[in-house]
T-cell receptor, first 117, second 114 residues
């Protein structure tokens, strides 16, 4: 299967600072990537859909000015949590859409655990 | 709208027991169906998928059959191992949304004891 990486895997920051999380598709090009948030023992909540070369599409209730998404290339999308607060602490997971050969499957990164003090 | 319903966990089994995790869905179009597995502290891994009715997805001893008549995609394994302990997510992707968005169930935690 395809490989998606995330960096960093863990980050601890002070309240009010900004944190950037990178998502990379390592062996395929992904025109579409997705950002999810997962709370403890809960399912994944889609935050936004990131399309290469265009603005991200945010789900209802997700603040686009707080969660900045940039899909700079076909293999890289970044999520920046601006002015982070303790309630932003969560597990953030990205996925990349692999549409090669008509398969259309999302492959997920290993996740980034953000802790805001 | 589209939705996925999974059985609540945790499911607790002894090693070599038979596993079934139920999953039913509601979709307006013609969805593809997926099972993902999440091991502790990790992201999701695609376990298996089926793209049309009557397709059977299989991987690592796990199987699931796309049943359109019952709108179900139950996950089964004949003999579980301790290493199968994880959270399992059923999900669908709907053609009418360009196969892009995944809708997840709430996840079912499986605990396998030796």
């Amino acid at each position: 299967g395809a490989v998606v990486s995330q960096h960093p895997s863990r980050v601890i920051c002070k309240s009010g600072t900004s944190v950037k999380i990178e998502c990379r598709s390592l062996d395929f090009q992904a025109t579409t990537m997705f950002w999810y948030r997962q709370f403890p023992k809960q399912s994944l909540m889609l935050m936004a859909t990131s399309n290469e070369g265009s603005k991200a599409t945010y789900e209802q209730g997700v603040e686009k000015d707080k969660f900045l998404i940039n899909h700079a290339s076909l293999t890289l999308s970044t999520l920046t949590v601006t002015s982070a607060h303790p309630e932003d602490s969560s597990f953030y997971i990205c996925s990349a859409r692999d549409a090669r050969g008509g398969s259309d499957t999302q492959y997920f990164g290993p996740g980034t655990r953000l802790t805001v003090l | 709208g589209n939705s996925v319903t999974q059985m609540e966990g945790p499911v607790t089994l002894s090693e070599e027991a038979f596993l079934t995790i139920n999953c039913t869905y509601t979709a307006t179009g013609y969805p593809s169906l997926f099972w993902y597995v999440q091991y502790p502290g990790e992201g999701l891994q695609l376990l298996l998928k089926a793209t049309k009715a009557d397709d059977k997805g299989s991987n690592k001893g796990f199987e699931a059959t796309y049943r359109k008549e019952t709108t179900s995609f139950h996950l089964e394994k004949g003999s579980v191992q301790v290493s199968d302990s994880a959270v399992y997510f059923c999900a669908l992707s709907d053609r009418w949304e360009g196969f892009q968005k995944l809708v997840f169930g709430t996840g079912t935690r499986l605990l396998v004891s030796p």
